[in-house]
């Protein structure tokens, strides 16, 4: 009898989980999150990552985190006068991420910006960071430091 009950109780917990997921939704995923290299010297340094919004609604990649950078912010690069790139906070405060859509943090485009870091960025390090969505959460992911001598130089380091 107890196990008639505890296979009932697993029964209604799966029904109720399955009837809150919502047509369909599923999750944030977050993939290939990396970062540069980038010795004591540099201030700051970047992070890349591709989002992918499987959540069935809209969603907004708010702020971001890290133990290894005195501030974070979300960041793009852009073309300024005279065809020089130029880097900034992002204009709308947040990174949009449309249902069913993915979104890449690249080189030369959007990241994640650690400003004032207090540690090396060395190949192989693994740096924690925090990701917080408007409708998601929170969301812990690693950065892997990689060798950047095989990617393209950007001068403002992003």
Known sequence: M?????????????????ACGGGGSGEMEVADVWGRTSPMAAANGAFYMQVTNNTGQ????LSASAAACGTVELHEMYMKEG???GMRPVTAGYIPLPKGETVELKVG???V??????????IGDQIPITLTFEK???????????DTTEMP?????G
């Open 58 to 61: 809209d969603d907004k990649l």
């Open 109 to 111: 485009g959007l990241h």
């Open 113 to 122: 910006m650690c400003i004032n870091k207090v540690q090396e960025f060395n």
């Open 2 to 18: 107890k196990r008639v009950k505890i296979l009932l109780a697993w029964l209604v917990l799966v029904m109720l989980l399955a």
């Open 83 to 85: 065809d020089v790139m």
């Open 153 to 157: 130089s950007m001068s403002q380091g």
């Open 136 to 146: 998601a959460g929170k969301m812990d992911v690693t950065a892997v430091i990689r």
